[in-house]
């Protein structure tokens, strides 16, 4: 995995030392975004061996969304989506980085979270690609539509975030419900299962290796 990360970095050197388009290039095409996925997948690894929630994991998380948090702010002040500037190049290995540690860290201090507020969350992310998909569709629907205006007493920063969380989200997140319930989940569950059954296999390895269950 770490290969194909390395690897990963190094396309998009390439590519845009040879003048390609690095908002594209690293924000739209696999060739950059895989690096994210590769992320998600080193994460699994290191929650199936070796993670164990507690104070440590606890940090982890707070600290992890901290800087997420930051980075994105960072993101928007520096030209945010439209601008093209080298630093991109690092950007997705970056957010990959920090969210592959919020998401091992949620794991550990939601132990903490009451089951409704768990269940929230969980609900969110079942939809998370469907709104990742739609949430500029409807930015942009919005902005053309005059949807955004000044609220009285507040800056312009302030009355977006305002309608932002009034409006746009509430449009997003139901938006995003249809769209998964049916479109999306239909032909995930037209799917074959990815897992094996460890407990009921019982495939014995030559010379007396252990099964795949781990028994001998």
């Known amino acids: 995995l770490l290969g194909w990360v390395c690897g990963g970095s190094a396309l998009g050197c390439f590519s845009f030392m040879n003048g390609s388009d690095i908002r594209h290039l690293g924000q739209v095409t696999i060739g950059w975004r895989i690096e994210q996925f590769l992320r998600g997948m080193m994460a699994a690894v290191i929650y199936r061996k070796y993670f164990k929630a507690g104070l440590v994991w606890d940090i982890t998380f707070v600290i992890s969304l901290a800087l997420a948090i930051w ?4 993101f928007n002040q520096a030209g945010g989506w439209p601008a093209e500037a080298s630093w991109k190049i690092i950007l997705p290995t970056i957010e ?6 919020v998401i091992l860290g949620y794991f550990s201090v939601v132990r903490f979270f ?25 930015i ?3 902005t053309r539509a005059n949807w955004f205006w000044q609220l009285p007493g507040c800056s312009s920063h302030q009355s ?3 309608l932002t969380a009034l409006f746009v989200l509430p449009i997003v997140i139901a ?8 479109i999306e989940k239909p032909f995930l569950e037209m799917r074959g299962s990815y ?10 390895q030559p010379g007396g290796e252990p099964t795949l269950t781990g028994q001998w």
Do not use: C, N, Q
């Open 71 to 74: 980075a994105a702010f960072l």
């Open 96 to 101: 990959g980085l920090l969210w592959a540690l």
């Open 114 to 138: 009451p089951d409704v507020l768990s269940r929230s969350l969980a609900a969110v992310g079942t939809i998370s690609y469907s709104l990742y998909l739609l949430h500029l569709i409807v």
């Open 140 to 142: 942009y629907t919005g």
């Open 160 to 162: 977006a975030m305002i």
């Open 175 to 182: 938006f995003a419900t249809l769209t998964y319930l049916f």
């Open 195 to 204: 897992k094996r059954k460890l407990e009921t296999e019982k495939l014995e």
